[in-house]
């Protein structure tokens, strides 16, 4: 049995060796994993909010879904990945906080509030970002309103993607 690794809020695990990447709880955080199935070699990053907009993320590029994905290719590389075998997949990007428009932030277009809105847009920026570094998304497990826990196998890409009341499933 592989040793369970968590990857925690803004955090950005990769791993070479056979082992599980975890997080936990995700609600409008989006998971991302990327992983190389040729040399086995993957990683999650566990991204709280969509894109830096060129605030300095250098101390925590798992913050942000934008240089969250990018910095974790680049620590994949690092450790034998090859770039052009990267495959993705995404988990998370729920809506979790259902507010009335105008609630702690201005509304968008469609009525919605910044937070209950955030779980789409994280997941919009990774997959805006997975496409610019030409990395198919294979899988994904997103949207609704409900947390999810995500574990992601580093050897074999696969990932199970668990929730309390809608079960467990594979992608």
Known sequence: MSEVTPVGVAEIR???NSEILASYGL???VAVAIFDPM????GL????LPESRGRDSG?????FADTGVA???EKLIELGARRRFLRSKIVGGACMFEMPSGAWSSSGKDGRSFLSDIGRRNVEAAKQ???ELKIPLVAEDTGGNYGRTVKLNTETGDIEV???FHGSTHI
């Open 14 to 16: 990769a791993s070479k």
């Open 27 to 29: 609600g409008s955080c």
């Open 39 to 42: 040399k086995k070699v993957g």
């Open 45 to 48: 990053v566990h991204a709280l």
């Open 59 to 63: 101390e925590n590029p798992g913050k």
């Open 71 to 73: 910095s974790l290719v």
């Open 129 to 131: 970002k997975l496409e």
């Open 162 to 164: 668990n929730s309390l």
